[in-house]
């Protein structure tokens, strides 16, 4: 039932999509040819043009992109080193940020669930090393009783 849903949205989705860059190419057309055949261009199909674009690039990104396929401007991270890509990944953040005392306990038994999960998300091949490192330098990680999670991400990235 869904998945009939889903198509019959797409199919009409896309129907509107397509019309709305008909009607941006009939008014750029109607523009050219009023500018340099008569000489006397009109000035509702500049604006025009541009409201259908707006509405082209937000109506297309909202309902005809997947998830997966939206653009994503990463040229800081695919330029940048592995370490430094260690620590710019936004859903190890997250989860440091939400698990920090959990984490704690786990690092500093050098196994656990969150230990795997942070682990997974840093995408590290060798998960038991990585939890042996992790509880072989859990002084230096938690170096204090109130460490950030920024300072937590610095320390295992320098591990």
Not at 11 to 30: D, E, N, P, S, V
Request: negative net charge; hydrophobic residues 50%; aromatic residues 12%.
């Amino acid at each position: 039932m869904i998945s009939l849903f889903q198509k019959q949205f797409n199919r009409i989705a896309k129907i509107i999509a397509a019309t709305l860059l008909a009607a941006l190419f009939i008014t750029f057309l109607l523009q050219i040819f009023s500018r340099y055949v008569l000489n006397s261009p009109f000035g509702w199909t500049l604006e025009l043009c541009r409201i259908l674009w707006v509405w082209i690039v937000f109506f297309c990104c909202a309902f005809l992109v997947r998830e997966k396929d939206h653009v994503r401007f990463n040229l800081l991270y695919s330029g940048s080193s592995k370490k430094t890509k260690f620590v710019m990944n936004e859903r190890a953040e997250e989860f440091v940020a939400s698990n920090m005392d959990q984490l704690a306990k786990e690092i500093a038994m050098g196994h656990g669930e969150s230990v795997d999960t942070l682990a997974e998300l840093l995408a590290v091949e060798d998960k038991e090393a990585f939890a042996s490192a992790l509880q072989a330098n859990y002084n230096s990680i938690y170096s204090a009783d109130n460490v950030e999670m920024a300072e937590v991400l610095d320390s295992i990235s320098a591990s």
